[in-house]
């Protein structure tokens, strides 16, 4: 999934007051006269995510034949989420619908929408069969349930020039606070129009989305993980938080960011560091085939503030997953729950997914897999993410996460990166606007 895809999650302040026409062929179907129970599923706005539903819900029906499961996209115009409230509001909803983060869950979940999935008697079997426990834990909701199944975690890494790194003495990424700037002084003494961090306008860029691949990357490595806002309490670590802003402070000080527009500043060697996701390296084989993992460039997790380990950083996770909605007939209800059992019951349906979409399933086991194992020998570059996946954490569960992230650019971040704040006014700032926001 493409990053530029979240801009369509401004449309949610919108939503709620939006009526739009359902999507897919919606309804909440139960059981017909023919003892025939429907399943109305809206997959991703994602042809391969499509795929994937409609063949496992044919394979289904030879499994089940009193099952129909209809698989049809969501409208993402003007953006899925608002097309599911808009069901929502109109009474025809499905009964299932992935492509939901939980951000936008908590906003859904306020509102009685969705199931709890771990009330449901299918649900403790699905999390072992899958062996997901580990990367389903950050999932549960302030309120203790769980109400939405991820299906995918894409753990963001940082990318690195590797070819760049060698010209300036090293051979494996920095991956402390000290020594990314120790790295830092020495590329700007052989390339003064090179720079170690280039991710271009997005990082001065306020917009709420944004926030989740530079803020939360290095926040979430910076404070093992911590949830920075759980339901309605601001939980941050202040003491991570003002570390992490002192590095990106640190950072600019020393000219190492690149935060103006530019073209594929990492791809074209401008500078050193970015984030990278897995929907990047089908783009680079026809852009930029001369990158190879491995040759010229690697991937870690993001650096760490210089008193913790490394290799058990945290990270952001772009995950998403699905949900089974409140308003559906117990019948279909109870049947998505046997459906979602029996996809998750093998991990050859992980691999099936994982070959067709490259989204890394949420599990804890990929790497271990022999599916998993095949794939990621001819995808090597991929191997890092699968390794990954129970270190990401997903978006926070709060329903204005759209305001409040806003506010970590608006009060601190973007400030910061500007040089208009020091860090620990601006992480001050934030936190007093995120808490009045939450009251």
């Given amino acids: 999934m493409k990053k530029s895809r979240y801009s369509l999650l401004l449309a949610l302040t919108l939503a709620g007051g939006t009526v739009l026409s359902a999507c897919g062929s919606g ?7 023919e003892g025939v129970t429907t399943i109305e599923f809206w997959a991703a706005p994602n042809p391969t995510q499509q795929a994937f539903w409609q ?3 044919k394979e289904y029906k030879t499994v089940n034949p009193d099952v129909k499961v209809n698989v049809s996209a969501i409208k993402e115009s003007p953006s899925s989420e608002a097309s599911i409230q808009a069901a929502i509001a109109g009474k025809n909803a499905p009964t299932i619908a992935e492509n939901i983060n939980r951000g936008f869950a908590a906003q859904l979940s306020n509102s009685k929408a969705l199931v709890a999935l771990d009330e449901l008697p299918q649900f403790k079997e699905i999390v072992e069969s899958r062996n997901m426990s580990e990367t389903i834990a950050p999932w549960q909701f302030a309120d203790g349930h769980q109400y939405v199944l991820p299906i995918y975690s894409n753990p963001m890494l940082i990318g690195w020039r590797t070819d760049l790194l060698k010209e300036i003495g090293y051979n494996e990424p920095p991956q402390t ?29 306020p917009t709420a989305w944004k926030r989740w ?10 404070s093992d993980g911590n949830k920075f806002i759980e339901g309605q309490n601001f939980v941050a670590d202040d003491k991570a938080g003002v570390e992490m802003l002192t590095f990106v402070d640190n950072l600019r000080k020393a000219d190492g960011i690149l935060s103006q527009n530019a073209t594929d500043p990492f791809e074209t060697g401008v500078g050193v560091f970015t984030d990278i996701g897995p929907w990047t390296f089908d783009l680079w084989k026809t852009k930029y085939p001369e990158l190879k993992y491995g040759e010229n460039f690697t991937l870690t997790l993001p650096p760490v503030p210089d008193d913790m380990d490394p290799a058990n950083a945290k990270t952001y996770a772009d995950a998403k997953g699905l949900v089974i909605f409140s308003s559906a007939p117990e019948a279909s209800k109870q049947a998505a729950a046997e459906f979602l059992k029996w996809v998750y019951s093998t991990p050859d349906h992980d691999v099936k997914w994982f070959e067709q979409t490259n989204l890394p399933p949420a599990r804890d086991d990929l790497n271990q897999l022999e599916g998993f194992k095949k794939i990621l020998a001819g995808k090597p570059e991929l191997a890092p993410y699968a390794e990954a996946v129970s270190k990401g954490v997903p978006a926070m569960d709060n329903p204005k996460f759209n305001e409040l992230q806003t506010l970590i650019g608006q009060e601190a971040f973007t400030k910061v990166i500007r040089g208009e704040i020091d860090p620990q006014t601006g992480w001050n700032n934030m936190k007093k606007a995120i808490e009045g926001e939450l009251q």
């Fill in 213 to 222: 691949f530079d803020f939360f990357l290095l926040y979430n490595a910076a």
């Fill in 55 to 57: 063949e496992m819900a």
């Fill in 27 to 33: 309804g909440n179907s139960g059981q017909s006269a």
């Fill in 177 to 205: 606070y000290s020594e990314v700037l120790e790295a830092t002084a020495k590329l700007k003494a052989k390339y003064p129009d090179k720079y170690m961090w280039t991710k271009g306008a997005d990082l001065a860029d």
